[in-house]
Structure formats: structure tokens, C-alpha cells
């Protein structure tokens, strides 16, 4: 069996331009509530529900200056790099872009339960041995505990596109 499994998020645009005005010529830095705010709006046209989100500091108003702020969608952590293009009579240009994670144990144990339980396979408690690395042909063995006994799954790391990870779950056999 083969599932074909991602994060309950869409993916948002891997670039993203954002336009802030400044305020006042004299401002030299984007307050880092303003870039929080900037970045929920933005993610949440792309319908991704950002919880966490938070920047570590202000960011310069200079080209090539960067923050990486940080946000999480179902418990698993997500980075979102706001980088300045340009700077133009008080308006700021910057790019956004996500960067995936390894999908946290906890989470992944959660996800892998409920999407057999989805495919049709009887109700369990999935057991990980660690993250599910940010690499594509990555793998991670998972056991599920149900009824029936235990079951071995492979879990598959099959696309990183920005934040989002898509993994498949294939069966390795009984334990």
C-alpha cells in the first residue's frame, strides 16, 4: 500500500513580493510586528492558518537584508526568509519565501495514525524513530500499534516545494 501524504496546508508562493511603506523617510528598519503581520496576511490568502509566527527582529530597510522568522502549521515548524530587494521613496520591496523543516516526530506519528486510519487501515498508535528530514527519497520507519497487531511503514520523503513536504507511507511488513 502506498499513500500519498502532505501537510494540512496548501503551499504558499515560494516568492512572494510585499510592498510596506515606511514610517517616514527617517525610519531605517521594518518593526518586526509590522513584518508579522505582513507575512499571516500573506500566508493567509494562500489559506495557510500560521500559528507561532514570529520574527526575531526588525528588519533593516537595505537592500539584501534578510530576517528569518519562524511560524507553525499543525504543531510542525515552518521558516519564512523576508529578504529587502529594493528600497524606493519610502517603499519598501522585500521577497518572502518558506523553508521546510524536518517534519517533527510527534507530528509525523500523529499524521502517519491518522492517514491509515483515513486509507482504511484499523485505528493505531504510530510510533517514529526520529524526524522526517526536509530531503526528497528521505525515509523514516514507523511501527503502528493496533488491533490487529503491529505493522512496519516507511515513510518517504517525495517532494520539498518551500515549507511544504509531501511524503508517501508504504507498508515494510509486520513486526
Known amino acids: 500500500m502506498a499513500l500519498r501524504i502532505g501537510p494540512s496546508w496548501r503551499r504558499t508562493a515560494a516568492v512572494v513580493l510585499l510592498a510596506s511603506l515606511l514610517g517616514g523617510c527617517s525610519s531605517a528598519e521594518l518593526d518586526d510586528d509590522d513584518v508579522v503581520t505582513t507575512l499571516r496576511t500573506e500566508l493567509g490568502r494562500h ?19 534578510s530576517v528569518r522568522c ?15 530587494l529594493a528600497v ?10 518558506t523553508e521546510a523543516r524536518p517534519v517533527m516526530k510527534d507530528v509525523l506519528e500523529r499524521s502517519v495514525a491518522q ?32 488491533p490487529e497487531g503491529d505493522s512496519r511503514w516507511t ?13 508517501s507511507i508504504e507498508q515494510a511488513g509486520p513486526t
Open 115 to 146: 492517514m491509515l486510519q483515513q486509507a482504511g487501515v484499523p485505528a493505531g498508535t504510530a510510533s517514529c524513530v526520529d524526524d522526517l528530514p526536509p530531503q526528497v527519497g528521505a525515509t523514516v520507519g514507523c511501527t503502528l500499534s493496533g
Open 70 to 84: 519562524t511560524f507553525t502549521v499543525g504543531g510542525q515548524p515552518v521558516d519564512a526568509v523576508a529578504k529587502i
Open 47 to 65: 489559506g495557510v492558518q500560521a500559528d507561532d509566527l514570529r520574527c526575531p527582529n526588525d528588519l533593516r530597510a537595505e537592500v539584501g537584508a
Open 155 to 167: 515513510v518517504r520523503t517525495t517532494s520539498v516545494d518551500g515549507g511544504k513536504i509531501d511524503y
Open 88 to 97: 524606493d521613496a519610502g517603499t519598501v520591496t522585500y521577497d518572502v519565501h
